[in-house]
């Protein structure tokens, strides 16, 4: 190679070095990129979060109470002309329901009996199965200790029911008195003194015995 041919070589690769050394100077010492904004980055992680749900707060169940209820007129006694011809159980029950329950338990089983059709209204055990079942919506007896909740009537009729009748527990004894006035456990405790036997709990159920 000649002296000038190599001259010429060595200045055009000196030229090139320059120049790719010029572009990658360029893309080094730019402008640097712009930093975040915190305060913009936060509004815009708030605008994409969703909005928080309020739970929803929990509906107030009213306490439970028997004595709010006001009973139907019972049915009138079957007239002789009926063909049923049979005695006036459903009345004569139905006013002893009123007298011994509890407004609203009485509410239930009066509403019992007119729902009765004239041949199951002579039933005196379909009559006495409406009573049954008021008793059972009654509001359920204080759980122990009993100090302080106003059951110490109940209580103590229940332990001397129970003493009569042994093969009554005292929690059925206080589930079925639970929807009773006072002229209903009254009437209970004389029943099952005399048919603890043949009746048992569920069958002195609001029977009025002094008729």
């Known amino acids: 190679m000649d002296k000038a041919a190599f001259f010429l070589a060595l200045g055009t690769l000196a030229a090139g070095g320059a120049g790719g050394y010029a572009v990658r100077d360029r893309n080094l010492?730019?402008?640097?990129?712009?930093?975040?904004?915190?305060?913009?980055?936060?509004?815009?992680?708030?605008?994409?979060?969703?909005?928080?749900?309020?739970?929803?707060?929990?509906?107030?169940?009213?306490?439970?109470?028997?004595?709010?209820?006001?009973?139907?007129?019972?049915?009138?006694?079957?007239?002789?002309?009926?063909?049923?011809?049979?005695?006036?159980?459903?009345?004569?029950?139905c006013e002893d329901f009123k007298q011994a329950l509890k407004p609203r338990v009485a509410e239930h089983a009066v509403a019992c009996v007119l729902a009765l059709n004239s041949t199951q209204r002579c039933d005196a055990s379909r009559v006495n199965l409406c009573g049954h079942q008021a008793l059972m919506t009654a509001c359920p007896p204080p759980e122990p200790p009993f100090a302080g909740t106003g059951a110490d009537d109940l209580v103590t009729r229940c332990q001397a029911i129970v003493q009569t009748c042994s093969n009554t527990s005292l929690r059925e004894c206080q589930t079925t008195l639970s929807g009773m006035t006072a002229v209903g456990r009254d009437r209970m405790a004389q029943c099952i003194s005399a048919h603890c036997a043949d009746k048992g709990l569920v069958g002195c159920e609001a029977v009025n015995d002094t008729k």
């Open 29 to 93: 010492l730019g402008p640097p990129a712009p930093s975040p904004d915190p305060a913009a980055a936060a509004r815009g992680a708030t605008a994409a979060a969703p909005p928080s749900a309020t739970a929803p707060a929990a509906p107030v169940v009213p306490p439970c109470d028997d004595m709010v209820g006001t009973p139907a007129a019972c049915p009138p006694p079957p007239y002789s002309a009926d063909e049923s011809g049979c005695a006036p159980v459903a009345t004569k029950r």
